[in-house]
Each structure stands twice: as structure tokens, then as C-alpha cells.
């Protein structure tokens, strides 16, 4: 099963909003482009984001609650704890794709599934 993960407003909960569309996508995207701050992650990439270094026990969920603002340091640590053959290097795109919606959207709080 994928993880679907957002950055939503603190107050309603709603999935904020870029600026500008994005083409970023994950296990499922959408066609053409959106302004969603939405990515959708292959459960395959569980057993990376479940190490210790990585994410931990929580895996990719460990970001559900925290600011967009909080979640960079989290972010990179996982990305920098990640390799870069072709295996690692999978499960790292979609780590920074999050980064830049962090960064793009730091007000936003992590949620999903």
C-alpha cells in the first residue's frame, strides 16, 4: 500500500496550494500538472525509510504533524542517510521532492495516508 502525504493549512486542514504548478510526482501522480502540495510514495520504499538513520519506526510518517519548517532538517538527514545507486537513489526523489514543498510551503503541516 502507497503513502499519500500533504501539506495542509494548520486551521482547516485543507491541502495548500503552490504558487505555481508543479510536476512533481511519486507511486501515482497526476496528469499534466498541479499546484497541490501532494506526492503519493510507493510502499516500497518502506523498508529504507523505516531505518534507524533514516526515519526510524515511524518511517516517512515521522513528518505527520510537524511544519513544513520542522520537517527540513528531518528531511535532510533521511536524504543524506540515503545512497545513491539505483535502489536508494529511488526512495531519495520523493524525500526531496517533500524538501521542496517544505521549503516552498514552511507554514503547512505534514499529514496523509
Not at 501522480?29 to 510514495?41: F, H, Q
Request: net charge negative; aromatic share 8%; hydrophobic share 35%.
Amino acid at each position: 500500500m502507497s503513502c499519500d502525504i500533504q501539506l495542509c493549512d494548520p486551521v482547516t486542514r485543507e491541502v495548500l496550494h503552490l504558487d505555481a504548478p508543479h510536476q512533481m510526482s511519486g507511486g501515482t501522480y497526476v496528469l499534466n500538472e498541479t499546484d497541490e502540495c501532494w506526492l503519493n510514495i510507493t510502499c516500497n520504499y518502506a523498508k529504507f525509510y523505516y531505518r534507524p538513520n533514516v526515519f526510524g519506526e515511524k518511517g516517512v510518517r515521522t513528518l505527520y504533524g510537524k511544519t513544513g519548517a520542522e520537517s527540513i532538517s528531518i528531511l535532510q538527514q533521511a536524504i543524506a542517510a540515503l545512497g545513491d545507486d539505483a535502489t536508494e537513489g529511488n526512495a531519495k526523489r520523493p524525500l526531496y521532492q517533500l524538501l521542496a514543498m517544505a521549503q516552498m510551503r514552511p507554514d503547512g503541516i505534514w499529514d496523509g495516508d
